[in-house]
């Protein structure tokens, strides 16, 4: 199977490390492997207790510094790609980009020749601060203003993660990145705590998750509720019909095998953007053809 991949963006400071260090407690405990590309490592402070158990090792934690992943460090990006790719071979990928970078010029370099025939889903979430306060802090050396760099963001988000939501009333900064991006699902998370299958959705067949086995953080808070549930799409459909059923879900992540009018395609949904992509030598096995995984939110919050 391809290996997905997680651009996770944001200003210093919005709560993008804590995301990713929940990414990777989470994955201790379902001892998936997954590896981080970090442009600002120095934040990570990954503790030694990450790396032992159901991590992939020190090699699998690489720091890119002196530069920004989506332009002056793009090839050493792709470098470290292929070296990820050939030496570790993780489950997953995490690139933590620099508070300036643009998520979608990012996301563009994984479709470089030599990382596009082995990357699968790739999604990008930014992070945004609920309080403001990393955006009331920013500076570019390239002289962008914090208002120009953060509605770029913004804008070319899959999924924006609001953080700090205990922090402050969370409603302004809402209403202000949805002006920015009306169709990007907006989720609350505090301490980075989202469930991990959002931002790595499972497809049809894919072994489920260990049973959780504790609490990811001690803080007793609430966050929002998600439903993983599995759709039939009957063959036969055009791809723009499938499309249009699956937006019609209103999920944040679909993922899954579909037979359409033009031959068999593979769903990889996040937000609003839906893509059908013929399957290239990836073998469908025919039980999972026309099943689709989709994950919504039930509206509640669920507190512990
Ligand atoms: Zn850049």
Known sequence: MRTPVLVVSGFLGSGKTTLVRSILKQSQRDGIRTAVISNEFGALGIDEALLTAGMPGPDAIVELAGGCVCCQLSDALVD??????????????????????????????????????????????????????AVASFSDPNGATANETFDQQVQCADLLILSKVDLVDPSPMQARVQALAPETPVMNAVFGDLPVDVLFPRAPGDQPRAPRKRPITPHAHTHEEFVSTEIVVPPGLSPDEVEARLLGLDALRVKGFVLTSAGPRVVQGVGRRIELVEPGDLVIRPGLVGRVVAIRRTGGTHRH
């Open 80 to 133: 470290t790609l292929v070296m990820l790719h050939e030496r570790v071979n993780p489950d997953r990928i995490v690139i933590e980009t620099s508070g300036v970078a643009l998520p979608f010029e990012t996301q563009l370099h994984l479709y470089r020749p030599a990382v596009r025939d082995w990357i699968g889903d790739e999604a990008c979430v930014v992070v945004v601060d609920a309080t403001g306060s």
